[in-house]
């Protein structure tokens, strides 16, 4: 048989599937991390494998009926640290929310109300990876989840987050190269609080940092926004009146060269629309860093604002 | 090059009684100001709650009227639409839940450094004293200077308003609007239309311009090219050509110079319950022709 680089349409390839599980305890503040069972993310087979997607779900689950806030968004206090073969995914946690666009409809039936039962709610990002990526037989994804609330949350969690990694992919049939280096993806992401209308927070060195010497090829930028009550419970959200996908506060962000994404300080909502993305490519230099600031224009109540940013992409590496 | 995006925003265009003023934003805003030429990916006209910082469903009105704002394109010198034209006939959701009406150019188009997007705007009925306010904004990406310059075509019709039980109707879209006066052929790249809902209660739907369900049903649309090939075998209900929830379709064929489609809107209006809602269709087309 011909060797060709890559699987194409003309070959069958198995399909086959990766599933790993984290749980993050109830409690108070940021917990520490629950990592993923490493060897159910693993290519346990004699060949190699490749990844096409990757599907994050949360489920947040009570023993106790009626606990499970149906108007939060579930997964929204959930953070991510993903890696593969030992190199970083993310730069350190990134929030659960900004992992992928959200899909059509998702702020509506699916986002904060997939609700099983009432101890149970459910959310879900689905990453389509720009590149498929090739685990040779023994090489896996590992990391760790947390729930990480925000500083004016001052209710304990009630409920257990089991954060699942799927990754979705195909067999490689024999007869095909293996690429030399690959596009791997890397989140680096920021979550900016403003609990006061004199306030406007920024984000400091550690944020929308590309941690790497090599250049990140940007492919998505992704924000969630939201008001956010002291007394939300197991996710960031709101508890009583308010909105979450519709929020628009303004935004400054300033490029790595000093550009600005906008003259003034920018609707989210006019930049990102329901999709809570840009999708466009462009290059982030290697230790270079994308600034931003938000002001959330209202404060009402005792209640917060919150911003989280994402900015995704892939650099070439050897894995 | 592939550069950062950029976004450029207008100021709030407030809720406002003054009918048909029409608004426009400072120069400086939609103004390519960089040495790069500027590919326009997308513009929209966004709603905001200025008491509230939340988005709301653009083209909405909880009360009885909607304010059926009307827009005016040019890019450079170069009209993009016939002088103005109604949103609700030039812009559809690109999601399912998506509130904001806009334009996507799936084909790239250019502004040269210095060059303007000039864009005016208008309201055609008052607005609710408490209504948000509208936002356009662009999002653009410096690129390197075209070979071609493809230049965007967005036309709309906005029909004669009907109750919800004014019996049997027939319309024509005059032929000057849905046509290409152009030397050039026109790519036609995607068909909109929608029904709006205006009058009536508000909690079962009045003023938005988004939903009007029942009557899409009853309304027939039926359409053909200049020369009598038929678009639609014969006369179809809006719900069955136009997805709901988008409000348009991508299409992918030329209209000569000097070509136009042509649309005719009948149908029977009986629902009594829905007698005190008024009915506006909206058909509109977005399409590009190659200069340079």
Same mark, same amino acid.
């Given at each position: 048989?011909?060797?060709?680089?890559?699987?194409?349409?003309?070959?069958?390839?198995?399909?086959?599937?990766?599933?790993?599980?984290?749980?993050?305890?109830?409690?108070?503040?940021?917990?520490?991390?629950?990592?993923?069972?490493?060897?159910?993310?693993?290519?346990?087979?004699?060949?190699?494998?490749?990844?096409?997607?990757?599907?994050?779900?949360?489920?947040?689950?009570?023993?106790?009926?009626?606990?499970?806030?149906?108007?939060?968004?579930?997964?929204?206090?959930?953070?991510?640290?993903?890696?593969?073969?030992?190199?970083?995914?993310?730069?350190?946690?990134?929030?659960?929310?900004?992992?992928?666009?959200?899909?059509?409809?998702?702020?509506?039936?699916?986002?904060?109300?997939?609700?099983?039962?009432?101890?149970?709610?459910?959310?879900?990002?689905?990453?389509?990876?720009?590149?498929?990526?090739?685990?040779?037989?023994?090489?896996?994804?590992?990391?760790?989840?947390?729930?990480?609330?925000?500083?004016?949350?001052?209710?304990? +969690?009630?409920?257990?987050?089991?954060?699942?990694?799927?990754?979705?992919?195909?067999?490689?049939?024999?007869?095909?190269?293996?690429?030399?280096?690959?596009?791997?993806?890397?989140?680096?992401?920021?979550?900016?609080?403003?609990? +006061?209308?004199?306030?406007?927070?920024?984000?400091?060195?550690?944020?929308?940092?590309?941690?790497?010497?090599?250049?990140?090829?940007?492919?998505?930028?992704?924000?969630?926004?939201?008001?956010?009550?002291?007394?939300?419970?197991?996710?960031?959200?709101?508890?009583?009146?308010?909105?979450?996908?519709?929020?628009?506060?303004?935004?400054?962000?300033?490029?790595?060269?000093?550009?600005?994404?906008?003259?003034?300080?920018?609707?989210?909502?006019?930049?990102?629309?329901?999709?809570?993305?840009?999708?466009?490519?462009?290059?982030?230099?290697?230790?270079?860093?994308?600034?931003?600031?938000?002001?959330?224009?209202?404060?009402?109540?005792?209640?917060?604002?919150?911003?989280?940013?994402?900015?995704?992409?892939?650099?070439?590496?050897?894995? | 090059?592939?550069?950062?995006?950029?976004?450029?925003?207008?100021?709030?265009?407030?809720?406002?009684?003054?009918?048909?003023?029409?608004?426009?934003?400072?120069?400086?805003?939609?103004?390519?100001?960089?040495?790069?030429?500027?590919?326009?990916?997308?513009?929209?006209?966004?709603?905001?709650?200025?008491?509230?910082?939340?988005?709301?469903?653009?083209?909405?009105?909880?009360?009885?009227?909607?304010?059926?704002?009307?827009?005016?394109?040019?890019?450079?010198?170069?009209?993009?639409?016939?002088?103005?034209?109604?949103?609700?006939?030039?812009?559809?959701?690109?999601?399912?839940?998506?509130?904001?009406?806009?334009?996507?150019?799936?084909?790239?188009?250019?502004?040269?450094?210095?060059?303007?997007? $000039?864009?005016?705007?208008?309201?055609?009925?008052?607005?609710?004293?408490?209504?948000?306010?509208?936002?356009?904004?662009?999002?653009?990406?410096?690129?390197?200077?075209?070979?071609?310059?493809?230049?965007?075509?967005?036309?709309?019709?906005?029909?004669?308003?009907?109750?919800?039980?004014?019996?049997?109707?027939?319309?024509?879209?005059?032929?000057?609007?849905?046509?290409?006066?152009?030397?050039?052929?026109?790519?036609?790249?995607?068909?909109?239309?929608?029904?709006?809902?205006?009058?009536?209660?508000?909690?079962?739907?009045?003023?938005?311009?988004?939903?009007?369900?029942?009557?899409?049903?009853?309304?027939?649309?039926?359409?053909?090219?200049?020369?009598?090939?038929?678009?639609?075998?014969?006369?179809?209900?809006?719900?069955?050509?136009?997805?709901?929830?988008?409000?348009?379709?991508?299409?992918?064929?030329?209209?000569?110079?000097?070509?136009?489609?042509?649309?005719?809107?009948?149908?029977?209006?009986? $629902?009594?319950?829905?007698?005190?809602?008024?009915?506006?269709?909206?058909?509109?087309?977005?399409?590009?022709?190659?200069?340079?």
């Amino acid at each position: 048989m011909a060797q060709t680089r890559s699987i194409g349409a003309n070959l069958l390839a198995t399909p086959t599937v990766l599933r790993g599980s984290a749980v993050v305890a109830t409690g108070a503040g940021i917990t520490p991390p629950a990592t993923f069972d490493t060897t159910k993310l693993q290519n346990t087979l004699r060949v190699p494998i490749e990844i096409t997607e990757l599907i994050i779900t949360v489920l947040e689950r009570s023993s106790t009926e009626a606990v499970v806030k149906t108007n939060e968004n579930a997964g929204a206090a959930i953070e991510v640290d993903l890696r593969i073969g030992g190199k970083h995914l993310t730069n350190g946690f990134v929030p659960f929310q900004v992992l992928a666009p959200w899909n059509a409809g998702e702020d509506g039936a699916w986002a904060f109300a997939g609700v099983l039962t009432s101890t149970a709610t459910f959310n879900q990002r689905r990453i389509v990876l720009p590149e498929p990526l090739r685990l040779r037989p023994g090489v896996g994804f590992s990391g760790a989840a947390r729930r990480a609330p925000l500083s004016i949350v001052t209710s304990p +969690s009630n409920v257990e987050s089991t954060v699942t990694v799927t990754a979705i992919g195909r067999v490689v049939p024999d007869g095909i190269l293996g690429p030399t280096a690959q596009a791997l993806p890397l989140w680096t992401a920021a979550t900016l609080l403003a609990t +006061s209308t004199n306030v406007v927070p920024k984000t400091d060195e550690r944020d929308l940092f590309n941690p790497l010497q090599a250049p990140l090829d940007v492919a998505r930028i992704i924000v969630a926004s939201s008001e956010v009550s002291p007394l939300a419970q197991y996710a960031t959200g709101l508890t009583g009146a308010g909105g979450r996908a519709d929020y628009d506060p303004l935004l400054k962000l300033r490029w790595p060269n000093g550009d600005l994404l906008g003259a003034d300080p920018l609707r989210l909502q006019s930049v990102f629309i329901r999709e809570h993305t840009i999708a466009h490519k462009f290059q982030l230099p290697g230790g270079s860093r994308v600034t931003a600031a938000f002001d959330f224009t209202n404060a009402i109540g005792a209640y917060g604002s919150y911003l989280q940013i994402a900015i995704f992409g892939t650099r070439r590496e050897v894995l | 090059m592939a550069g950062f995006p950029f976004v450029m925003q207008s100021a709030l265009f407030a809720a406002s009684t003054n009918v048909d003023a029409i608004y426009v934003p400072e120069e400086r805003v939609f103004r390519n100001t960089t040495p790069h030429w500027l590919k326009i990916m997308r513009i929209g006209l966004q709603r905001n709650g200025a008491a509230n910082p939340k988005r709301t469903v653009t083209l909405d009105n909880p009360g009885t009227s909607s304010p059926r704002p009307q827009w005016a394109i040019r890019f450079g010198h170069t009209e993009v639409t016939n002088g103005f034209v109604p949103f609700a006939a030039t812009t559809w959701r690109p999601n399912v839940d998506e509130p904001a009406a806009f334009v996507e150019f799936a084909q790239p188009v250019y502004l040269a450094p210095n060059d303007r997007l $000039d864009v005016k705007f208008k309201y055609l009925a008052t607005l609710d004293a408490n209504l948000d306010s509208g936002i356009l904004a662009a999002l653009v990406v410096p690129v390197d200077r075209p070979d071609a310059i493809r230049v965007p075509a967005l036309f709309g019709w906005e029909g004669t308003s009907r109750g919800g039980n004014s019996g049997l109707f027939s319309e024509d879209v005059p032929v000057g609007t849905l046509y290409n006066e152009f030397e050039e052929v026109m790519h036609v790249e995607r068909i909109i239309g929608r029904l709006g809902l205006l009058g009536g209660d508000p909690s079962a739907g009045a003023g938005n311009v988004e939903r009007a369900y029942p009557a899409a049903a009853q309304i027939l649309v039926d359409l053909a090219l200049q020369d009598g090939a038929k678009i639609t075998r014969d006369p179809t209900p809006l719900a069955a050509l136009f997805d709901l929830a988008r409000q348009s379709w991508l299409t992918n064929f030329v209209l000569p110079s000097k070509g136009y489609i042509q649309a005719n809107v009948s149908g029977n209006l009986t $629902d009594s319950a829905q007698a005190p809602k008024t009915y506006y269709p909206y058909l509109g087309m977005l399409g590009y022709r190659t200069i340079g």
